[in-house]
């Protein structure tokens, strides 16, 4: 049987769960709201490293992200903080979408899966 880790947990969700050698993260969103649209993605992309680090992971072994956008006319100012964050010898599959999301003042909000170091 397998022994599955959470960390960061509310009532409603973990913010991260280890399983198997696989990491799952909540979809994250920014803390602070007051920047643009590259300013909140900074912030959610900071938010991955802290949780993929809690779970013995970082992004290069990340192996899958969705990334929802309030408006895909934020695409590009999003893939400013993408393009600086990613490991390009280690990037992974994605997926970015248009979508409305729990709380207006939010741009983005991020989803990934990795694997353990």
């Known amino acids: 049987m397998s022994k599955i880790q959470r960390f960061g947990c509310y009532e409603r969700l973990s913010e991260a769960v280890m399983a198997n050698g696989f990491v799952f993260l909540s979809g994250m969103v920014p803390e602070d709201t007051s920047g643009n649209i590259t300013v909140q993605t900074a912030d959610v992309l900071k938010q991955i490293d802290h949780w993929l680090a809690q779970c013995g992971s970082d992004k290069s072994h990340i192996l899958e ?44 909000e991020i989803k990934v899966s990795a694997v353990q170091k």
């Open 65 to 108: 992200a969705t990334i929802f956008l309030t408006d895909m006319a934020d695409y590009d100012g999003m893939n400013a903080a993408w393009d600086s964050w990613v490991d390009t010898k280690n990037s992974p599959a994605r997926a970015c979408v248009e979508a409305k999301l729990a709380k207006s003042e939010w741009k983005v």
